[in-house]
């Protein structure tokens, strides 16, 4: 904060700088920065990712104060002009979730073949915002495990061979994932587990905690079988809210309006449960309110999914010294917390359309 405070003193303009030192700590009545950052918005002219970041920290410091009318504004408008400067079409994404869950299918999973035996990947996957890196935090606390960070390696690989096996051919998304299933899983486990060692090299468990590797579960499984497959729940709403109210670097284009993210979380869920059903036990299904609400005991059944045994340090992972390059950086820092479980509450007014459309697709958010 301090170094933010000195930053922005030699360059009061350094929005992004900004919205870091928003995030940082809790804000109170008597320590805040909402009228600095009014002052800025209201200057002329200002750029749309100027407006942008302001109004994500103005939402995020009215809500430090309780004040959620005001949050729920400038959070609308903040989300409102990220999406406005931006291309996206989310029925592309629900196609091609639709298409994953018609190739991956129980019966896929049923016909035998080679695959990579290595069973060093950790893969802790999900939507953004559930949790991931908590987990990260407490599992790498074990001296025979080690993080990685959120990888592109396994996509990466997999891209590159549909691309070998189909050259000079142009490929859609949904035509990448229908020629996934035709790839020699042996070599694209062995070929991600090359990269991952590259990352890791005297580990014997790596993490790789990409949230959108979700999206490869099926393929993972099949490629990897030794692998484990962390995947991470939270609440519906609680979980839409959290990806609402952050500005992503890059990725998640479909976190800046409701309804496209009700669609989207809608078409992910339904994947999801699906693979749940195909994996059974070789998928280890954690509940983040369970996490945080019974802590000791879901960090035993973790540490025993992984095949490792339970060590003090894991129970403190607030004393973990690695660096966090991750939207929760400064929230893994505070130790445990209940605070944000039930903040989506807050904003039920907000967030009411997004509710009904989910329990409509069967979804329950109470």
């Given at each position: ?10 360059n009061?303009?350094?929005c ?5 030192r ?8 008597s320590?805040?920065?909402?009228d ?9 002219p200002i ?9 994500y ?26 999406r ?31 695959a ?23 599992l ?100 839409c ?17 409701l309804?496209?993210?009700?669609k989207?979380?809608?078409a992910h ?7 749940q ?7 280890f ?18 540490a025993?999914?992984?095949?490792v ?6 129970l ?21 917390y ?12 907000l967030?009411?359309?997004l509710?009904?459309q ?9």
């Open positions: 904060r301090k170094h933010l405070d000195d930053e922005l003193a030699l009061p303009q350094d992004e700088a900004q919205l870091l928003s995030s940082l700590t809790t804000q109170n009545a320590q805040n920065h909402i600095e950052l009014r002052a800025m918005l209201a200057q002329s750029s749309p990712l100027a407006t942008t970041q302001l109004n920290a103005l939402a995020k410091e009215y809500e430090d104060l309780q004040d959620y009318r005001h949050s729920a504004e400038h959070l609308t408008c903040a989300a409102k002009t990220r406005a400067h931006m291309q996206y079409d989310v029925s592309a994404d629900v196609q091609t979730l639709a298409t994953l869950r018609t190739l991956y299918k129980p019966a896929f999973f049923a016909q035998t073949g080679a990579c035996s290595s069973d060093t990947p950790i893969f802790i996957l999900g939507l953004p915002r559930t949790g991931s890196t908590l987990v990260e935090r407490i790498s606390q074990h001296p025979d495990i080690e993080s990685a960070g959120e990888l592109n390696h396994f996509a990466k690989v997999m891209t590159q061979m549909i691309r070998i096996a189909n050259p000079g051919i142009p490929l859609s998304k949904v035509a990448m994932v229908q020629r996934s299933s035709a790839l020699n899983f042996k070599e694209l486990g062995e070929r991600y587990v090359h990269c991952l060692t590259d990352e890791r090299p005297n580990a014997r468990f790596v993490i790789d905690k990409l949230p959108l590797n979700s999206l490869y579960t099926g393929l993972i499984h099949k490629a990897l079988p030794q692998a484990k497959i962390i995947y991470i729940q939270r609440h519906p709403l609680a979980s809210y959290a990806m609402y109210k952050q500005l992503f670097t890059h990725g998640y284009p479909f976190s800046y309006d309804d496209e993210l009700g989207y979380y809608i869920h339904t994947m999801m449960t699906q693979c059903q195909a994996l059974g036990s070789a998928m299904t954690l509940q983040y309110e369970a996490l945080v609400d019974d802590f000791e005991p879901s960090v035993a059944a973790l025993n999914y992984c095949g045994d339970l060590q003090p340090q894991m403190a992972f607030a004393s973990n010294t690695a660096a966090s390059t991750t939207a929760s950086a400064a929230q893994v820092r505070q130790g445990l209940r605070s944000s479980r039930d903040q989506w509450r807050n904003f039920e007014t967030l009411a359309p509710k009904q989910l329990i409509n697709a069967g979804i329950p958010c109470a």
